[in-house]
């Protein structure tokens, strides 16, 4: 018997070209993927307040649509460091998989007056690139918009098509500037009456981060074998969490010993 699935999983992202505009149109209702967000915070016994909460929704959804409108061998990660509140906004995505994954940092948070935005791009077969933007902004709307700005060199703007449906919009060559520059949510939300849309792809993506026990003791491996005392101590455990979903695991010394032995 079959067992095929009936197509691709996840959160569908589409992007449109906007005729006469040259403009992309990238857009998702994000509940979805929320869902799993908030399943995956409780599975870690999490709660983000309602500021964090809502900054950190905000950077998912702006950095799948960034995704979604950029070539399938890409993977982007980027942290936004803001000063008030003091955070660490951290987001990846991988084209490739079609995963999502990210965290809010608040302890150990470099305090100072330089909001910053990191945004680091792995290409296969290509070299990496990091590209760091001083901010203005103190919404992360806004941080977007301005990294688009400096680095991209071309103009990217964000709206709010429902409570959890975002737009971007990217200016293409030969933009019609006035009409990009004066698109608001209410111009948004009639784009689909006002102007024609070319359906240019569609692409999924899921809430996932792939770490594992295993990959955790691949970490840690290389201290082991140099100075097991280091990381144990006179305890036959630890505790460790994924820099990039927060996931907690518990090491034994036991089992990192035979994963070193084994490798």
């Known amino acids: 018997m079959s067992t095929e699935t009936d197509g691709p999983t996840g959160l569908e992202i589409r992007t449109y070209f906007v005729r006469g505009r040259n403009a992309l149109v990238a857009r998702a209702d994000f509940g979805e993927m929320y869902v799993d967000y908030y399943l995956h915070q409780a599975q870690q016994g999490r709660q983000l307040n309602a500021v964090h909460d809502t900054m950190l929704k ?24 803001f000063t008030d509140p003091l955070v660490n906004l951290f987001v990846t995505g991988d084209n490739r998989r079609g995963s999502i994954i990210g965290q809010v940092f608040t302890e150990n948070v470099k305090e100072d007056e330089r909001p910053l935005f ?3 791009l792995v ?46 919009v990217t200016a293409q060559p030969q933009c019609d500037m006035p009409w990009f520059e004066a698109l608001d949510d209410a111009a948004i939300r009639t784009l689909d009456e006002t102007e024609t849309l070319s359906l240019l792809e569609q692409r999924h993506y899921r809430w996932e981060c792939g770490c594992s026990q295993e990959k955790m003791l691949g970490v840690l491996a290389p201290i082991m074998r140099q100075s097991p005392s280091e ?33």
């Not at 709307?141 to 709206?159: K, L």
């Open 58 to 81: 905000e950077a998912v959804a702006a950095l799948t649509l960034h995704c979604a409108s950029r070539p399938w061998n890409e993977s982007w990660a980027w942290t936004i460091h």
């Open 118 to 120: 990191l945004a680091d």
């Open 231 to 263: 990381l144990f101590g006179e305890e036959q455990s630890l505790r460790m969490s994924c820099p990039r979903c927060g996931t907690r695991y518990v090491i034994t010394r036991e089992a990192l010993e035979a994963y070193v032995g084994n490798s």
């Open 123 to 168: 290409r296969e077969r290509g070299e990496p690139r990091r590209s760091a933007v001083e901010l203005e902004s103190t919404d992360v709307f806004g941080a977007v918009e301005r990294f688009y700005a400096m680095s991209e060199q071309r103009p990217a703007r964000y709206f709010r098509h429902g409570p959890d449906d975002f737009v971007m």
